[in-house]
């Protein structure tokens, strides 16, 4: 059972999902931790349904993102976490927790990347006048949304209408972060 992390920013949502499909027998993992940069974010209160304990801590409150991260480094190794799953962290992830967690950080983003990185990938997409986007989860490196792609799939863009589009997609990322987490922690993964 692999023993995992979620970072998140702000609803929680995927976190929420991939619970679910924890608690359903889907997914043979353990969210030991729940960390945001957020304090206050929804996140905390649907963690708190679960009993799922709650790092948030304030990139604010510290000198430097290295002293930032290697708080948060300090206590996933407290709670022997073996992989880190960011669903909704809206940071980038810089050398303290990349190193400490090499080839063990995975992130979803809603759009088929190289397409739309960054924030309000769905808006972008809207406004470019795609027909098709999608949701992409990937490896994590030093970049926006970048790194080696471990699974995606298409998601049509409704009417133009960003309410529709958006529930289509979070409804596929639910369900394509919890499949890929499942290869992942199975070992079947490969990238090339
Ligand atoms: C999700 O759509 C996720 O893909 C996106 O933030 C949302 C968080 O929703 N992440 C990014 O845009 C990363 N660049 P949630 O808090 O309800 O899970």
Redesign the pocket.
Known sequence: TANIAVF?S??????QAIQEAIVRGELDANIALVVTDKPGAY?ETRAANFDIPVFAVSPKSFASKAAYEQAIVDELRANNIEWVVL??Y?RLVSDTLLTAYASKIV????SLLPSFP??D?IGQALAHGVKVTGVTVHFVDEGM?TGPIIAQIAVDVIDGNRELTEAA??KA?HKLYTQALQQLFAGKVRVN
């Open positions: 998140a702000g609803s929680g949502s995927n976190f996140v669903a909704g809206m992130n979803i983003h809603p960054g924030k990938a949304d997609i979070h990322e």
